[in-house]
């Protein structure tokens, strides 16, 4: 938190007291103490050992109170140890799980002890503070992912080894995971708008790394219990199945029925009727996390489109992520590609693996189905409707079908305009396959819009064609258009290479489902518009490829980090627009 090594800020202090695991010190007693030692706006190092001799009086003093006050068996209701240990921590607004309490107690040689007396709880409380609040297992990875991160220098200090500031996110995933990482961008994202740095310039030490995923943890576990809380109206500690939809949805996670049906498949001894408390709620939450929300079939289908485009190396660079978007029928360019693997690029590699997709098409959902929410509310859905009201509630959610796709859909879904009610997962059910089968037209325009299409045609058929003609043209005719265009075809190799092109671009529109009469054969003199299209989309593809090829090797010479080289993007793409 120092600067120049010398003195620190007192604006600093709140989060010095947070990182050196005061638990009742807040700003304002910061402060107070802070006015005893010094009216000076900086510390140096002897005044802030003063000021953390004084805190830990403090800190005491708060303990004792809440000690005192604190009743281990409210209502007589004659509570174990965890229970009596949960209950106080909840008082300092931390949430240990069950698992925790029991590995902390046998820590502290409290394994068979009652806890229902201040000796034992303080006794708990400086384990707690000793391993930092994590259960063995945990301690365990988190050691695991702070070895594997690269070493910054060695460190002969009492610090001990020393990982690079880098590393910090990629431990952090290997420990927590995407969620956890996210809600770590969170916590920097307001310690940089206090103006505070969140990791030393020289290193992270163990117990920086250890306090950092101790932070995350707590903030995650506050959470849920603040969720929990909210709807446990009647205070019993208890809230119903029904109840978890609630809960879920501030947190990221709007769940249907079908979600909801195969999270309680994969939860032993969860059914609809069961009720649970805070840590049950927890655990449920990090299940719905570690399928991100989707039932089986959806990631599976999400994972075969990843695939595709990856190549089998797991990874999607920025241009594989635009074509998978718009073959998803998802609108965008190569900033807004770029945004979208910012959004969910966790360990700042420039490429999107399988997870940070899906996190990332979990986003792409939650904003459909807000879009599905108010379109449902303002088409008053749930009453009679016609199929004109029905396409005018898709079309606020941005999905435009066409007829034959309507029909296809309704089939399927044994509902049809005029059909009453249309409940709210009805609604989500067809409007979500609407949505999948819409990108198939875009998919076999190559991902061109309409306009562009026609504009592309026009070219295509030439000055002098035929008012409604449609059929294939030579090949050779369309050479000379092309040269014009910058395409390679001035040598015999560089023709051969577009013959071959040309032949993927016909594959390419085959599996997009143009029909095979609409493609032709391949090394056919004759070519038709659909892999013409195809052609040109992978023309473009290269420009882009090679534009971000040179922005990068640029970016590489001036020696900023992946995540400096996205702020300054983002800084760049605010003020050019």
């Not at 026609?454 to 058929?461: P, Y």
Request: aromatic share 8%; with cysteine.
């Amino acid at each position: 938190m120092s600067e120049d090594g010398l003195h620190v800020p007192r604006a600093a202090l709140p989060e010095l007291s947070v990182r050196l695991g005061f638990r009742t010190l807040d700003a304002d007693r910061s402060a107070g103490i802070m006015e005893q030692i010094s009216s000076f706006d900086n510390l140096d190092f002897q005044d802030f050992c003063d000021f953390c001799e004084r805190a830990l009086v403090v800190e005491r003093q708060a303990f004792q109170h809440l000690l005192n006050t604190w009743e281990p068996n409210p209502g007589d209701n004659f509570l174990g140890a965890v229970e009596h240990v949960q209950g106080f921590m909840r008082s300092l607004q931390v949430v240990c799980s069950r698992k925790t309490v029991q590995d902390i107690l046998e820590l502290a040689g409290m394994k068979d002890q009652p806890c229902d007396d201040p000796q034992e709880i303080l006794r708990f409380l400086a384990a707690h503070h000793a391993c930092d609040g994590f259960n063995h297992e945990e301690l365990a990875r988190i050691v695991a992912a702070f070895d594997a991160c690269e070493e910054e220098r060695p460190n002969p200090g009492p610090e001990g080894r020393l990982a690079k500031s880098s590393a910090l996110e990629s431990a952090l995933l290997t420990f927590g995971g995407i969620y956890f990482v996210e809600e770590w961008r969170k916590i920097k994202k307001k310690l940089k708008a206090r103006g505070l740095q969140h990791s030393s310039s020289n290193g992270i030490c163990f117990f920086e790394f250890l306090f950092t995923a101790r932070r995350i943890r707590e903030r995650e576990l506050k959470a849920v219990a603040a969720e929990f809380d909210a709807l446990d109206t009647d205070r019993d500690g208890i809230i119903s199945v029904e109840a978890l939809r609630a809960l879920c949805k501030p947190l990221g996670f709007t769940l249907v029925g079908s979600e909801m049906e195969e999270l309680f498949c994969k939860i032993k001894g969860l059914s609809e009727d069961s009720l649970l408390n805070v840590e049950a709620a927890w655990d449920f939450v990090q299940q719905v996390r570690s399928c991100h929300g989707f039932t089986h079939a959806e990631r599976e289908e999400l994972l075969r489109s990843f695939l595709r485009f990856s190549g089998g190396s797991g990874e999607l660079a920025t241009v594989k992520v635009m074509e998978l978007l718009q073959w998803l029928g998802l609108e965008g360019n190569i900033e807004e590609a770029r945004d979208m693997l910012r959004m969910v690029d966790f360990n700042f590699s420039g490429t999107l693996d399988c997870g940070e997709f899906l996190r990332l098409m979990r986003v792409q959902k939650e904003k459909n189905l807000k879009a599905y929410a108010l379109a449902y509310a303002s088409k008053n859905l749930g009453e009679d409707l016609s199929e004109c009201r029905l396409v005018a509630a898709l079309a606020e959610c941005a999905v435009h079908p066409e007829k034959q796709t309507l029909e296809e859909v309704f089939g399927r879904q044994r509902w049809r305009p005029g059909d009453s009610p249309l409940t709210w997962e009805a609604w989500v059910s067809l409007a979500e396959e609407v949505r999948k089968m819409s990108p198939v037209q875009k998919r076999r325009r190559a991902g061109f819009t309409e306009i562009q299409v026609q504009d592309i045609e026009a070219s295509f058929r030439g000055p002098d064609a035929v008012d409604g003609k449609t059929g294939p043209i030579q090949v050779s005719d369309l050479l000379w258009m092309l040269l014009d265009s910058g395409m390679p075809i001035h040598r015999a190799e560089e023709r051969k290479d577009f013959h071959q092109a040309l032949d993927r671009a016909r594959q390419e529109a085959l599996e997009a489902g143009t029909r095979p009469e609409d493609v032709g054969e391949p090394g056919s003199p004759e070519l038709h518009l659909a892999p013409f299209l195809h052609l040109l989309r992978a023309h473009v593809r290269v420009i882009e490829q090679r534009q971000i090829m040179k922005e990068e090797a640029a970016m590489r010479s001036l020696s900023f980090s992946a995540e400096e080289i996205a702020d300054l993007r983002s800084i760049f793409n605010r003020q050019a627009v």
